[in-house]
């Protein structure tokens, strides 16, 4: 690693995760460069980034470590910057196909309602309650990764999610560890639903109880709870056509539009730890973006 990214990786404060990105976007510009990126010209910087790719949202990322490196080192990125507006508007026209063709693809609210109703009556509990969330939680992937727990008292590491199934038949839903925590905070949620606490139950008996700890929802047979790298796939295999979590959120926040209601927008909003204009612009399927 040279001294010109040692140097800026340090000042920053970013996750590993986001370390790990940049770096390999570094790598891609200075491998292509004969001067480091803070001495190169915009010009050489932009004809390589050109090179590299033709995918909008990658010509983005790498414009955006560039223009991040120079301002570090105070280089001039007044190019850079016009250029990667320029590619906004790209990014902006792509998404608008993409969701295009989505709106005829995708199934709409209700058929994942149905869907959600029919894992309950095949007692499918664990697919029930991943999917149940996911349309009325709108969470992300990461946000699924919790442990099914008999108290509140026992949610008690703050680096984790817990589904608490609380006497009376409420129960809270408490997300530490999800991707835009830094912003808006832990969350937690208490709700009442009659089918959701039996499924719950239903799926601790299924694992043997909590005698041994708490009941992981993404787990292997054994409760182990499954690796990270393995959520996204684990999660598809159980939703209706193999459709992301994101997917859903288009459906949900497209389905709020539908019918009109903002404050339900604000609740989407507040539940997936998403701003609304975030959600209108990378979630709305019919929004006009450009």
């Known amino acids: 690693m040279d001294d010109e990214w040692t140097d800026y990786i340090e000042g920053q404060k970013v996750s590993p995760k986001t370390v790990k990105a940049y770096t390999i976007s570094y790598n891609k510009l200075i491998d292509g460069l004969d001067k480091s990126l803070s001495k190169s010209t915009q010009r050489d910087i932009l004809e390589l980034i050109d090179e590299l790719t033709n995918v909008p949202n990658t010509a983005s990322s790498l414009m955006n470590v560039a223009i991040q490196v120079r301002r570090f080192y105070d280089a001039s990125v007044d190019k850079l910057v016009n250029a990667r507006e320029r590619m906004k508007i790209k990014i902006d026209e792509r998404r608008d196909i993409i969701n295009k063709g989505k709106l005829k693809n995708l199934p709409s609210f209700q058929d994942l309602k149905r ?172 929004f006009p973006l450009v």
């Open 115 to 286: 869907h959600i109703n029919n894992l309950y009556s095949e007692q499918k509990y664990r697919d029930f309650l991943i999917n149940w969330l996911l349309l009325n939680y709108n969470t992300r992937n990461q946000d699924l990764q919790l442990s099914i727990v008999p108290s509140k008292k026992e949610a008690n590491d703050l680096t984790k999610n817990y589904l608490v199934l609380r006497p009376a038949g409420t129960m809270m839903y408490i997300r530490n560890n999800y991707k835009t925590v830094s912003t808006y905070g832990p969350k937690s949620f208490t709700f009442k639903n009659a089918k959701v606490m039996r499924a719950a139950k239903a799926f601790v008996e299924e694992k043997g109880g909590f005698e041994n700890g708490p009941i992981h929802l993404l787990s292997t047979g054994a409760n182990k709870q499954i690796d990270d790298s393995s959520i996204q796939k684990f999660i598809r295999n159980r939703t209706l056509n193999g459709i992301s979590e994101g997917d859903v959120n288009k459906i949900v926040v497209s389905m709020v539009d539908n019918i009109g209601d903002f404050n339900l927008l604000k609740t989407v909003s507040a539940r997936r730890g998403t701003s609304i204009e975030n959600l209108i612009t990378q979630y709305h399927l019919k």
